[in-house]
């Protein structure tokens, strides 16, 4: 066979293997913002997260089934008193956050979701908590409620591990998220957006002082006392129930030296 | 000088005798001297606890003094680092009279509620004065951090010896 017959047939081969998989790869898109406030190297802080999905044609992306957020090392941990309750996952489930306490908090937001019905671009969620939940792994646990009232009405909550990470990442929070049916038997309603914060800016903890009960500001996790070029850097993975995933990342800049 | 029965000289056998009595005598003061130097380990179980208040912090590390009771007993000092959100290593530093002990431990860490707990492994490398021979491996660590203002407690059990 002659040469350059070959090598034809091996591009046509090649080629012929290639385009089923780039005909299956869904475009999902994704945008990541995350910002500490206060912003200042050491102090504590309030850690807001965002981010958006859609296809590459802007449309709703399939219903998201996992979400890992990967946080930057240096966050300390060691003296936060964010948690200091923990919440059942079955009164949350039952009662919302009126069947948690009110120390177990860790932040709050809301959401967008697309259903496969119906006009409009997208319905909030007005409310998502975050609270603290009993840890049967042994590692930090967050449980997230959404109170969805219209179009899809649903009360969930799910669970999301803080697990160590490596490297530029000191601590990720791999959450599974599970599907809301948008009507019963009808398709499962795609996440557009999020946006929460785990931090102590807006809630008030309890404590008893001389057989007083107190509100206080719990203190949140701590900035990092180090900035790495390029500002602190969170990332985040998405997978879909269709089985694709895409990622976003995205960094905090360094707060400006203090004189 | 000794002459053999051809007439000979020959080095006379006294000398290298003595020569080996003399090694022989040494060796036998110095294996004398060691034993009297050497002692018995002794071995012991080790059940002490400690209540310790934050006496300061930096970055992931607490810094807790206060005082260890059971076994030994005495002011008690731990740098306690969280090393991820799962995970705190230990320098535990015990001042009981007549010396001093120093031991490094690593834990896993459950951070979950008002009190945080831990559990893993400490060693003994180090001692001072009476406790200058102290050595243990493998000794049971355990402990809670009281989130609200960081106070802990620790427990430290097994053999040690001394």
């Known amino acids: 066979?002659?040469?350059?017959?070959?090598?034809?047939?091996?591009?046509?081969?090649?080629?012929?293997?290639?385009?089923?998989?780039?005909?299956?790869?869904?475009?999902?898109?994704?945008?990541?913002?995350?910002?500490?406030?206060?912003?200042?190297?050491?102090?504590?802080?309030?850690?807001?997260?965002?981010?958006?999905?859609?296809t590459g044609e802007g449309l709703a992306p399939p219903p998201l089934t996992r979400m890992d957020l990967r946080i930057p090392a240096g966050v300390n941990y060691t003296r936060t008193e964010l948690g200091l309750a923990i919440c059942?996952?079955?009164?949350l489930q039952a009662r919302g956050l009126a069947g948690c306490p009110a120390n177990s908090r860790l932040g709050y937001g809301s959401a967008v979701v697309e259903v496969p019905f119906g006009v409009g671009a997208g319905h909030e969620i007005p409310e998502i908590q975050a609270v603290a939940g009993p840890s049967p792994n042994g590692n930090l646990d967050v449980l997230f409620y959404a109170n969805g009232l219209y179009p899809v009405y649903a009360q969930l909550a799910f669970s999301a591990e803080v697990l160590p990470d490596t490297g530029r990442f000191g601590s990720q929070l791999n959450t599974i998220v599970p599907l809301v049916?948008?009507?019963?038997?009808?398709?499962?309603?795609?996440?557009?957006s999020v946006a929460t914060?785990?931090?102590?800016?807006?809630?008030?903890?309890?404590?008893?002082?001389?057989?007083?009960?107190?509100?206080?500001?719990?203190?949140?996790?701590?900035?990092?006392?180090?900035?790495?070029?390029?500002?602190?850097?969170?990332?985040?993975?998405?997978?879909?129930?269709?089985?694709?995933?895409?990622?976003?990342?995205?960094?905090?800049p360094c707060p400006r030296p203090r004189h | 000088m000794l002459k053999d029965?051809?007439?000979?000289?020959?080095?006379?056998i006294v000398r290298p005798l003595l020569a080996l009595a003399v090694v022989l005598l040494l060796c036998a003061q110095a294996d004398v001297s060691?034993?009297?130097?050497?002692?018995?380990?002794?071995?012991?179980?080790?059940?002490?606890?400690?209540?310790?208040?934050?006496?300061?912090?930096?970055?992931?590390?607490?810094?807790?003094?206060?005082?260890?009771?059971?076994?030994?007993?005495?002011?008690?000092?731990?740098?306690?680092?969280?090393?991820?959100?799962?995970?705190?290593?230990?320098?535990?530093?015990?001042?009981?009279?007549?010396?001093s002990l120093t031991g490094y431990a690593s834990a896993s860490y459950r951070p979950a509620g008002a009190v945080a707990t831990f559990s893993g492994t400490m060693a003994v490398l180090r001692?001072?004065?009476?406790?200058?021979?102290?050595?243990?491996?493998?000794?049971?660590?355990s402990g809670t951090i009281q989130r609200s203002n960081d106070a802990v407690t620790v427990h430290v059990s097994g053999r040690m010896s001394a």
Do not use: W
């Not at chain 1, 059942?88 to 009164?91: H, L, R, S, T």
């Not at chain 1, 009507?183 to 557009?192: A, C, K, L, Q, T």
């Not at chain 2, 029965?5 to 006379?12: H, S, V």
């Open chain 2, 127 to 141: 001692g001072t004065g009476t406790y200058r021979h102290a050595r243990a491996s493998g000794l049971s660590f």
């Open chain 1, 181 to 192: 049916t948008s009507v019963p038997g009808g398709p499962d309603v795609s996440i557009v």
């Open chain 2, 34 to 99: 060691h034993a009297a130097n050497a002692r018995v380990a002794r071995t012991f179980s080790l059940n002490d606890y400690g209540r310790l208040h934050l006496t300061s912090h930096r970055g992931f590390t607490l810094n807790e003094a206060g005082s260890a009771s059971g076994t030994i007993s005495g002011t008690i000092y731990i740098h306690l680092t969280v090393a991820s959100t799962n995970r705190v290593t230990a320098e535990v530093n015990i001042y009981p009279h007549g010396g």
């Open chain 1, 197 to 252: 914060t785990i931090g102590p800016t807006g809630l008030t903890y309890y404590k008893h002082v001389h057989g007083r009960l107190v509100a206080f500001r719990p203190r949140g996790v701590s900035v990092p006392e180090r900035c790495p070029r390029g500002g602190f850097p969170f990332a985040a993975e998405f997978s879909f129930q269709d089985g694709s995933h895409t990622s976003a990342t995205t960094a905090v």
């Open chain 1, 1 to 54: 066979m002659p040469r350059t017959r070959a090598i034809a047939v091996l591009a046509v081969a090649l080629l012929a293997a290639v385009a089923p998989a780039a005909a299956r790869a869904v475009p999902e898109h994704a945008t990541l913002h995350a910002s500490f406030t206060p912003d200042r190297l050491g102090a504590a802080t309030t850690i807001a997260f965002a981010f958006k999905l859609a």
């Open chain 1, 88 to 91: 059942q996952p079955d009164a």
């Open chain 2, 5 to 12: 029965p051809r007439g000979q000289a020959r080095e006379p």
